[in-house]
């Protein structure tokens, strides 16, 4: 099984700030990985896939990059609508698996 | 526009079982394109994927919930669901379900249920 581990579990920034967020995998693999945002109570939506291919609407401030064990998602420019928590989930052999989540707060 | 929406106990006691039902809109779960899943998050904790169901009928599990879980499909219903045997109070959560196409991430998930275990 392959086992996703994030970091840093909390991030404290500002708006404006550059945030980047890792994910490292247990095994390599190559982009099959998914990058999600969840806001409390509500469920999760998704921001990239394939590594580094933003979804439909999502803005231009998210990226994603990495292949093989080491991912990470990077928000240029931290708006308030950001604050939330993110996820990674690999999705290139069963069991699927996502990392624990990072929660991002206004510092 | 794909929508899901789950359906099902929401109070469990421990040791019995949990059910859940997904019923699918807008799109088929007979599709080639697409995997069918659920996912649960304990109250302030993170994701956990459950299970998966293709539009073959084969399933996939989380091996820590192998022992415990079966995902099945009604195609007739456009829908599939979801049982935990032998519940116990770390089985609490929100449960939702989802579809992910082949290519990417997952597009559309349910509105998420919350199953308390419980005597």
């Known amino acids: 099984d392959i086992q996703m581990t994030q970091s840093p579990s909390t991030l404290s920034a500002s708006v404006g700030d550059r945030v980047t967020i890792t994910c490292r995998a247990s095994?390599?693999?190559?982009?099959?990985l998914a990058w999600y945002q969840q806001k409390p109570g509500k469920a999760p939506k998704l921001l990239v896939y394939?590594?580094?291919i933003l979804d439909d609407g999502v803005p231009s401030r998210f990226s994603g990059s990495g292949s093989g064990t080491e991912f990470t998602l990077t928000i240029s420019s931290l708006q308030p609508d950001d604050f939330a928590t993110y996820y990674c989930?690999?999705?290139?052999?069963?069991?699927?698996?996502f990392g624990g989540g990072t929660k991002v707060e206004i510092k | 526009q794909v929508q899901l929406r789950e359906s099902g106990s929401g109070l469990v006691k421990p040791s019995q079982t949990l059910s859940l039902s997904c019923a699918v809109s807008g799109g088929s779960i007979s599709s080639g394109a697409y995997s069918w899943s659920w996912i649960r998050q304990p109250p302030g904790k993170g994701l956990e994927w459950i299970g998966s169901?293709?539009?073959?009928?084969?399933?996939y599990y989380a091996s820590s919930l192998r022992s415990r879980v079966t995902i099945s499909g009604d195609w007739s219903k456009n829908q599939f669901s979801l049982t935990v045997n032998y519940v116990t109070a770390a089985d609490s959560a929100v449960y939702y379900c989802?579809?992910?196409?082949?290519?990417?991430?997952?597009?559309?998930w349910g509105q998420g249920t919350l199953v308390t275990v419980s005597s």
């Open positions: 169901i293709l539009h073959t009928g084969n399933t």
């Open positions: 095994q390599s693999f190559n982009t099959l």
């Open positions: 989802a579809r992910r196409p082949d290519y990417g991430g997952i597009d559309y």
């Open positions: 394939g590594a580094s």
């Open positions: 989930k690999q999705y290139h052999s069963y069991p699927l698996s």
